[in-house]
């Protein structure tokens, strides 16, 4: 006789519980392995959810759960719309998105063309440009606020080498002007190496003999970049551009390391007001409301911009 684990296991199983289990269906008994992470998908994800939109209907806070909760409707929705300061924030939060994907995308796909050549020391060269993607949020905040100091900060004298403004009269985190491109530089030197990861599994994917082919029908190198390389890596690249558009949608944490919400609105994104709404103005009612706002938002786009990916990806 065997004695394998799961002969073992075979002659443990109660007789009862053996014939209960061979008489279910495949179909039975996945959905038995399936049902705990259902379940924890639902209390984790659907219950916060709905429970966020029955509160955006209320003027419910917080940090004063014993008084009655008022029903508002859709007076929440109505106020967050017509404020300007909430569109000031969003204002500032498309400025925010635009240039880190424009950046990103422009600098991440130029460094995987160029790594793709396959030059001597690739290797170590892909290891080093992804080293910021490694780092902690807190960890590139704190170096970052260390370089823009006005006083002994790299950057503002390499603004100063630039414009000839003294580097110890002004700090770019301080500026209203430049605070705002502050941040995106430093999302840009942080995150541009995903970008660039992305675009180089899509250039990899692309066959060799494409491009024989190409260099016998004598296709110029030009030709076959803008004909063949850039449709061919366009869904990797879009796919890129969900993922950070998204996540910096969500930006919070190194905009406060940065700057902590200031100087005035021009950092003030859309993630900083809601914490702000929720956690310093206790309007839970209120905050539920923009959280679902922001939500519909970017699941709107997303879907939209999903269905431009697929079309791509049929081509």
């Known amino acids: 006789m065997s004695d394998t684990p799961a002969d073992r296991l075979a002659r443990a199983t109660p007789p009862t519980l053996a014939r209960k289990v061979r008489g279910l269906s495949d179909r039975t008994i996945a959905w038995i392995f399936v049902a705990p992470t259902i379940l924890l998908l639902l209390a984790i994800n659907i219950f916060p959810l709905i429970w966020t939109i029955r509160l955006s209907f209320t003027n419910y806070r917080a940090n004063r759960p014993n008084e009655p909760v008022e029903w508002v409707g859709l007076r929440n929705y109505e106020r967050i719309l017509t404020d300007p300061d909430i ?9 925010f ?8 995308v422009l600098i991440g796909f130029t460094l995987a063309w160029l790594i793709n050549r396959k030059f001597r020391g690739n290797d170590l060269m892909t290891t080093l440009i992804v080293i910021p993607m490694m780092l902690s949020p807190a960890v590139v905040g704190n170096f970052w606020t260390f370089l823009y100091q006005p006083q002994i900060g790299l950057i503002n004298y390499a603004v100063e080498f630039v414009t000839g403004i003294p580097a110890s009269s002004f700090t770019m985190l301080g500026s209203v002007t430049l605070a705002p491109w502050a941040i995106v530089i430093v999302d ?3 995150w541009t190496p995903f970008v660039m990861l992305i675009c180089l599994a899509g250039l990899r994917s692309i066959p060799d003999y494409i491009y024989e082919a190409a260099e016998v029908d004598r296709a110029s190198k030009w030709r076959q970049f803008w004909t063949m390389t850039v449709p061919m890596v366009l869904p990797f690249l879009m796919l890129a551009v969900l993922f950070r558009g998204i996540e910096n949608f969500k930006m919070f944490d190194l905009v406060v390391l940065l700057t902590g919400g200031g100087p005035g609105d021009t950092t003030l994104l859309s993630s900083i007001e809601l914490k702000r709404e929720a956690f310093e103005k206790w309007r839970t009612g ?3 409301a923009y959280a679902i706002i922001l939500f519909v938002t970017v699941f709107g786009l997303a879907s939209i911009y999903v269905k ?7 081509r």
């Open 308 to 314: 431009a990916l697929n079309k791509v990806k049929e």
């Open 286 to 288: 209120y905050s539920s």
């Open 97 to 104: 998105l635009f240039w880190t994907l424009v950046l990103q």
């Open 188 to 190: 840009t030197w942080m």
């Open 87 to 95: 569109w000031q924030t969003m204002q500032a939060t498309a400025h």
